[in-house]
């Protein structure tokens, strides 16, 4: 059974850093590619980062630069590390992982199926 685990939101100012982590269990990170998506009150769900089987990363246009997604193969983690945090960027991150089969959702370049409960980030002076 996959499981996907969320970890490390909070509450920061705007400029300020957080680092999320997704602990993965029942799937080899490192043989699909994973991601991170958001979701704020009101709006669609957004393609966060994505890094794929080679090592190969995509950042959306409205975090490149100040977002970086990474993952540790011994650890089977996913994490995303944010920096210069703007209140944009308050929702709920969830990360996802290649569906193995069933209706993927296919975003980023990649079929997403597994997905976590989510963590929230928070943005506000």
């Known amino acids: 059974q996959v499981q996907l685990v969320e970890s490390g939101g909070g509450s920061v100012q705007p400029g300020g850093s957080l680092r999320l982590s997704c602990a993965v269990s029942?799937?080899?990170?490192?043989?699909?590619?994973m991601g991170w998506f958001r979701q704020s009150p009101g709006k669609e769900r957004e393609g966060v980062a994505a890094i794929y089987v080679g090592g190969h990363t995509y950042h959306a246009d409205s975090v490149k630069g100040r977002f970086t997604i990474s993952r540790d193969n011994a650890k089977n983690t996913l994490y995303l590390e944010m920096n210069s945090l703007e209140p944009e960027d308050t929702a709920m991150y969830y990360c996802?992982?290649?569906?193995?089969?069933?209706?993927?959702?296919?975003?980023?370049?990649?079929?997403?199926?597994?997905w976590g409960q989510g963590t929230q980030v928070t943005v506000s002076s």
């Open positions: 029942g799937y080899t990170i490192s043989s699909y590619c």
């Open positions: 996802a992982s290649e569906a193995t089969g069933g209706n993927p959702t296919a975003v980023m370049g990649c079929g997403f199926g597994y």
